[in-house]
């Protein structure tokens, strides 16, 4: 096992993200666990209270939070449209995120280098980005810069000039980064998982896009896109840091109060059929020593009602690292892997349910069994006490610690919009983890998870595993592509 990626057992180190999504918007790779948290006393944790909020929505249909935030002097504004990669149109896979990444390359006024040195002179953060569910342009910066930051932001969000030169850099840039991938096993279990079990869907598609698709960039594209996703009626501003409530509106004003409003973006499109029984899908990498794996299924959408006890019940199964039943099991005491993850996708629309792991490729088919075992074990016993007890603790614990800079309540704030979780959403957020239950756990785990109607992806040379894997479910064999 000495030859394992110890770079990717990094990464699958997986928390469900206790900031109104599971995993980040667009990749499920999420944040490292840390040592389980230990509570200085048995007493309930407090709720997370944060300074007054301030709402007010705009001619345009803009609407604006403000938030004080007086501890330091820096403010932050965040800008979300609500409509993301989901929106990419038929055959243009990665155009939302290719064009949110031209935002800050150039304006009307200024060049990408021009925008590059004075955010840099005032010692501060600009960019723009965008996930499956929204968009965004978010901007730092210390209070006295406040003002020439704002025009900055302005230009940005409204004026992006797109310029054929830069259109062909990022071009460039992404196609080089696609063929990358096609040597790393991890991105491409990753992507043929999702390609496989959402068929037909957006989530089909990698967020980034794909060689051809990038290909076909045009700058009308370009425009198209952006027109459709940012307008101010389906868009929430944010501005949280050391500002009152009157200084943050009259700057949303001065800011976005002009921006013209346009058509609310929609899209139908039905959900892909789950998995039944077994399937597996073998990507042959003629040089892997290891196989990369991936097996799940369709999961559920971020307005689950089963939410809370979903993270808790992940977090035990496979989201709570070394402390998770999957690691200690298929890691610590099978020794089959250095890291084995699981968790769900939670986004507008469901997302994905999905195991992950690596293993040498004489024991693909072990590990596949194993997990599959474990789960089914789990649904039955559910948690034990301690591990209730220890998942409720970090879960509570680290919660406060979304909260400490305007950047992070300004994110936390706007995935409360986004998934509509409610007003009262924080206040309540710590003791709706402590309320979850054995029986809530247990529950969850027999209704959300399904191990006997997987899809199954594994990157490794077919020659070394192709035949075990047989033994376990019928096996198609692809090219990497």
Request: negative net charge; proline residues 5%; contains cysteine.
């Amino acid at each position: 096992m000495k030859t394992l990626n110890f770079t990717f057992f990094a990464c699958l180190l997986i928390v469900t993200l206790a900031d109104g999504t599971t995993w980040a918007d667009g990749n499920r790779k999420g944040k490292d666990v840390v040592p389980a948290y230990k509570p200085k006393s048995e007493e309930p944790p407090k709720p997370v209270v944060l300074p007054p909020i301030h709402q007010k929505t705009f001619a345009n249909g803009l609407k604006v939070i403000v938030v004080e935030h007086h501890e330091l002097p820096i403010v932050s504004l965040r800008l979300m449209c609500k409509a993301g990669s989901f929106f990419d149109p038929t055959g243009k896979a990665g155009l939302t995120q290719f064009t949110t990444s031209l935002m800050d390359k150039g304006t009307e006024t200024l060049s990408a280098t021009d925008i590059a040195q004075k955010i840099d002179f005032m010692g501060g953060s600009l960019n723009a980005s965008s996930g499956w569910d929204a968009s965004y342009v978010e901007t730092t910066v210390l209070k006295k810069y406040l003002s020439s930051v704002a025009e900055l932001f302005r230009d940005v969000a409204l004026h992006p000039a797109f310029s054929t030169e830069e259109i062909e850099r990022l071009r460039q840039q992404t196609l080089s980064s696609l063929e990358t991938d096609k040597d790393q096993p991890e991105s491409l279990a990753d992507k043929e998982f999702n390609r496989w079990l959402f068929s037909g869907y957006p989530y089909a598609q990698p967020i980034e896009g794909t060689e051809t698709s990038v290909a076909s960039f045009s700058r009308d594209d370009v425009l198209a896109q952006y027109g459709l996703i940012f307008i101010p009626n389906n868009a929430v501003l944010a501005v949280v840091g050391d500002v009152d409530a009157e200084t943050g509106f009259d700057l949303a004003q001065k800011v976005l109060g002009d921006w013209k409003q346009g058509v609310v973006p929609s899209v139908s499109v039905s959900m892909p059929a789950p998995p039944q029984g077994l399937n597996i899908h073998l990507v042959d990498k003629p040089d892997a020593t290891q196989a990369q794996i991936r097996m799940g299924h369709l999961g559920v959408s971020r307005q689950t009602e089963d939410y809370f006890p979903l993270v808790v019940m992940n977090y035990i199964l496979g989201g709570g690292g070394f402390s998770s039943r999957l690691m200690k099991e298929i890691r610590s005491k099978m020794g089959l892997t250095y890291g084995i993850s699981s968790g769900f996708a939670m986004r507008m629309h469901p997302g994905e349910f999905v195991i992950e792991t690596f293993t040498k490729n004489a024991s693909v088919t072990d590990a596949i069994k194993a997990s599959r075992e474990l789960v089914k074990q789990f649904q039955v016993e559910g948690p034990t006490e301690e591990e209730l007890k220890a998942a409720k603790a970090y879960l509570t614990g680290s919660y406060p610690m979304n909260f400490e800079t305007p950047s992070q309540i300004a994110g936390q704030l706007l995935n409360i919009e986004i998934y509509n979780l409610g007003s009262d959403y924080i206040a309540k957020y710590r003791s709706r983890i402590e309320a979850v239950t054995i029986a809530e756990v247990r529950r969850v785990a027999e209704k959300y998870l399904h191990p006997d109607n997987l899809d199954i992806v594994v990157v490794s040379k077919a020659q070394d595993v192709e035949s075990s894997l047989k033994g376990l479910a019928p096996v198609t064999v692809i090219g990497i592509e």
